[in-house]
């Protein structure tokens, strides 16, 4: 089985977490591009003008200024060149309604941020092993 290396695009305000995510890749070995947006409304301007190849993967705050990540979803989904790419939401946010909300947008995990490094790192070599598995087309 051949592995493909694919875009992973983060959607994160928050730069602390940015490089802790970076450095997480880092340390598990994860060589996918990773592309950044600090909101939603970036995220989507960047998906729509094919600055870089699709991602099939984005990993997703909910916290955000401009666009959070509810509402980042709900356009994502509307989308029809978009409302295929898998989504992990990874925030701070331990709302009910946040994860709701989440689910009903058809993301594929809802992750806690650890609050130690050694925990975020176990959480992203998950996300990685379930995002390799995954057979896409």
Not at 52 to 63: E, Q
Not at 80 to 99: A, G, H
Request: some cysteine; hydrophobic content about 40%.
């Amino acid at each position: 089985m051949e592995e493909q290396e694919v875009n992973i695009l983060l959607v994160e305000d928050d730069e602390v977490d940015i490089m802790n995510v970076q450095r997480a890749f880092k340390k598990n070995n994860i060589t996918n591009p990773l592309h950044i947006a600090n909101n939603g409304l970036e995220a989507l301007e960047k998906l729509r003008s094919n600055s870089f190849p699709m991602p099939p993967i984005i990993i997703l705050d909910i916290n955000m200024p401009k666009m959070n990540g509810i509402e980042f979803l709900q356009e994502l989904r509307k989308d029809p060149e978009l409302n295929r790419i898998s989504v992990f939401v990874m925030t701070t946010s331990n709302e009910d309604s946040d994860k709701i909300n989440a689910y009903n947008l058809n993301v594929a995990g809802y992750i806690l941020k650890p609050l130690s490094f050694e925990k975020f790192i176990t959480s992203v070599a998950t996300l990685n092993r379930y995002w390799k598995l995954c057979e896409r087309p």
